[in-house]
Each structure stands twice: as structure tokens, then as C-alpha cells.
Nanobody, 117 residues
Framework: QVQLVESGGGLAQPGGSLRLSCAAS????????MSWARQAPGKGLEWVSG????????YYADSVKGRFTISRDNAKNTLYLQMNSLNPEDTAMYYC??????????WGQGTQVTVYS
């Protein structure tokens, strides 16, 4: 069955870094565009970053551009999000998402990131 399992969340101080991972199984990972989204307490879901199926192009929300880097390893069926220069506004549950035209969209269960000052 399809699984997306996020990990790497935790506590960080402002200015700190975290690296999130999303391990995929049960589908052809290399055929899917992947993205990260987040949901802060009391707020709606916010798209953060996306990457093409072959990793050839990446996209970022303005709020994270220059601080976050998305990448993927298709040999390991894993998506990453390197988060640098964290600030309290980055506190949220982070989710990975897999999408392919004409196919169901898959979501992980999320990993919590808390940036405290």
C-alpha cells in the first residue's frame, strides 16, 4: 500500500536548521512530482515547495525562498526539505505530498517543526 512517512521534525532555535525527510513506498516515486506543505496552529494549509519527478525543477513559496531547499533521491524513494534560518513563523506540521496527473494524490501523516525563542 502507498505510504509517505515524514521524519526529521523537532525543536529548533531561531536561526537554526532542520532537515525533513519523506520516505515513499507503494508507488513509482520517480514518476510523481513531490511537494511539501505546512499547517500552523489555527491556520490553513500552506504550500511550501515542490519538485519535478526527475528533480529538474524546484519551486518555493516566497516565505521560504532562499532559506529552504527541496531535493529528492529517486534511487532511495526519498524526498527532503533542508530548512535553514528558521524563525518562529516556520512552526507548523509539515506534510509531504505526491501527485501525478490522472492519479490519486498521496499525503503523509506529517512531522512537527517547532521554532522557539
Amino acid at each position: 500500500q502507498v505510504q509517505l512517512v515524514e521524519s526529521g521534525g523537532g525543536l529548533a532555535q531561531p536561526g537554526g536548521s532542520l532537515r525533513l525527510s519523506c520516505a515513499a513506498s507503494g508507488f513509482t516515486f520517480s514518476s510523481y512530482a513531490m511537494s511539501w506543505a505546512r499547517q500552523a496552529p489555527g491556520k490553513g494549509l500552506e504550500w511550501v515547495s515542490g519538485i519535478y519527478s526527475d528533480g529538474s525543477d524546484t519551486y518555493y513559496a516566497d516565505s521560504v525562498k532562499g532559506r529552504f531547499t527541496i531535493s529528492r533521491d529517486n534511487a532511495k524513494n526519498t524526498l527532503y526539505l533542508q530548512m535553514n534560518s528558521l524563525n518562529p513563523e516556520d512552526t507548523a506540521m509539515y506534510y509531504c505530498k505526491a501527485a501525478q496527473t490522472g492519479r490519486p494524490v498521496y499525503w503523509g501523516q506529517g512531522t512537527q517543526v517547532t521554532v522557539y525563542s
